[in-house]
């Protein structure tokens, strides 16, 4: 089966592949010039890299492991010290750790929070852990279920202290979908803390050794590419045309840097488009049928992505840092974390800037100056006296529509892959699956897409 493909982020690529493995043909258009999509990173004019989104691999990611294994390029992942480092917030310049031991899950999670007494006292911890006893116990039902409440309201249901949200879960929250707790849906919390505290390594975090349009990308292409397979830069999809009957008749690919306009007549027709585009596209009958319809309830939320180059090494720490700071979320220096961006002896923080609502707009002059502020917390030492660490360049990549805003309300909202045209299906992370928005969700929903397509082909047995 020939089967087009609009996109080329990690839920396209990821469908493709699978679709290759199930013997099928697949074509991939993007609009854009680069891979990646979310991950899709570039080169400035010396040879360094800025990315769309510093990106965190977890244990608890087990398709996008399993896609690495499959590459066989399990060793570009650069795993790190069982832990999670959150910057004081009283104490400038000094880290509180929750570190992980090599016991069985959850004894290595709960030993990790008990063993941490600067962020939470005895009586909110104990609060906390019962708070979490009907999660651990009714699993995803359970945790589904509470996407009626906000994280705020959840963790008032169970009486526990607000305190709590100040320590630890803001930055939880930034981190997981760049809003705050008052804003996100407890099912997002929920189920991050289900996977860390139930799979021994869920929250063992993973950087990428390198840019990950390269590093990440570029294997799946060649893996699609040498079953027949084909990807196309500079290939927008434009117009979905429809039959009399309403299914899709063809892919209608605009012409960018000199390409001809396309009509694309394929055997089964994929969108791997982020939401925010693909509702654009929408024939116009779609729009009135219940499942698109509730598309117009997932938005993508603004993040910005800070890029600082350093005259000299700010910290030797080879993990991800929570900022804990009020215009950042999570921070590393990927000359310490990544071996392509590596520098013994200046610093590259890449630093995700968010809620960013209020500064999408702003210029890169002002968001630079702002995170530069928030670093005099963050690094003390050198940013006062007479010596001071001096910024060589810096980046500033704005998403303002990135993943969905995890909203109370959404799960009910977001579409299975299957939809209700019979030759037309959705990838996406946005799209019904057990992982959030994520690498993870993207690359599974990829994966359940191309089942879906490959079961519909398949010859029916009488
Ligand atoms: C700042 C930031 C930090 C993040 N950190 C993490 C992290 O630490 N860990 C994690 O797991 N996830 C993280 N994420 C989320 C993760 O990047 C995404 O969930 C995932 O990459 C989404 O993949 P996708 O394929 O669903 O969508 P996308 O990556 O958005 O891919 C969609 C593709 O469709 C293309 N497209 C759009 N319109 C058209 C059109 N008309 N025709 C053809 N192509 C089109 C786009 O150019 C893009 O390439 C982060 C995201 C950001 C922005």
């Not at 804990?324 to 961006?341: F, G, H, K, P």
């Not at 946005?430 to 397509?453: D, H, I, N, P, W």
Request: glycine letters at 8%; a negative charge; hydrophobic letters at 40%.
């Amino acid at each position: 089966m020939r089967v087009a493909i609009a996109g080329a982020g990690l839920a396209g690529l990821s469908c493709a592949k699978y679709l290759c493995d199930a013997g099928h043909t697949p074509v991939i258009y993007e609009a854009r010039d680069v891979l990646g999509g979310k991950v899709a990173a570039w080169q400035d004019e010396d040879g360094d890299w800025y990315e769309t989104g510093l990106h965190i691999f977890f244990g608890a990611y087990p398709n996008m492991l399993q896609l690495f294994g499959e590459l066989g390029i399990e060793d570009r992942l650069q795993w790190k010290d069982h832990a999670m480092i959150f910057n004081q917030k009283d104490d400038p310049g000094t880290y509180s750790r929750f570190d992980f031991p090599d016991l069985p899950a959850p004894l290595n999670g709960v030993a990790a929070i008990l063993g941490n007494n600067d962020m939470l006292t005895w009586p909110e911890k104990i609060q906390f852990g019962l708070g979490l006893v009907p999660a651990m116990l009714r699993g995803q039902d359970y945790v589904e279920s509470c996407d009626q409440y906000s994280w705020t309201e959840w963790l008032r249901l169970h009486n526990i202290p607000e305190r709590v949200n100040d320590e630890v879960f803001i930055a939880m929250s930034k981190a997981l979908n760049f809003i705050n707790p008052d804003e996100i849906s407890s099912t997002v919390l929920l189920t991050a803390l289900n996977r860390f505290l139930q799979e021994k390594n869920g929250s063992k975090m993973a950087f990428l050794d390198g840019n990950p349009p390269q590093r990440l990308c570029e294997p799946i292409v060649a893996s699609i590419r040498e079953r027949g397979g084909e990807v196309h830069l500079n290939r927008p999809l434009r117009q979905i045309q429809l039959a009399a009957d309403g299914s899709v008749a063809s892919f209608r690919i605009g012409g960018v840097k000199g390409n001809e306009h396309l009509e694309v007549e394929a055997d089964a027709f994929v969108s791997a488009l982020p939401v925010d585009p693909l509702k654009l596209l929408l024939p116009e009958p779609w729009k009135q049928m219940p499942y698109f319809q509730k598309l117009e309830g997932l938005k993508g939320v603004p993040v910005i992505n800070i890029h600082l180059w350093f005259d000299r090494k700010l910290t030797a720490i080879d993990h991800l840092l929570f900022s804990r700071s009020e215009l950042l979320s999570v921070y590393a220096d990927m000359s310490n974390t990544c071996r392509e961006y590596a520098d013994p002896h200046r610093s590259m923080l890449e630093l995700v800037f968010a809620p960013a609502a209020a500064w999408i707009g702003r210029s890169d002059a002002d968001i630079v100056a702002a995170t530069m502020a928030e670093l005099q917390r963050l690094f003390p030492v050198h940013f006062s006296g007479d010596d001071q660490a001096q910024l060589r360049k810096a980046r500033v990549v704005k998403t303002p529509q990135s993943v969905y805003k995890s909203v109370p309300g959404c799960q009910q909202l977001r579409p299975s892959q299957d939809a209700p045209i019979a030759n037309f299906f959705l990838a996406g992370d946005f799209t019904m699956q057990r992982y959030l928005a994520s690498m993870e969700g993207a690359v599974l929903s990829g994966k359940l897409c191309a089942e879906v397509v490959s079961r519909q082909s398949a010859p029916v047995l009488v």
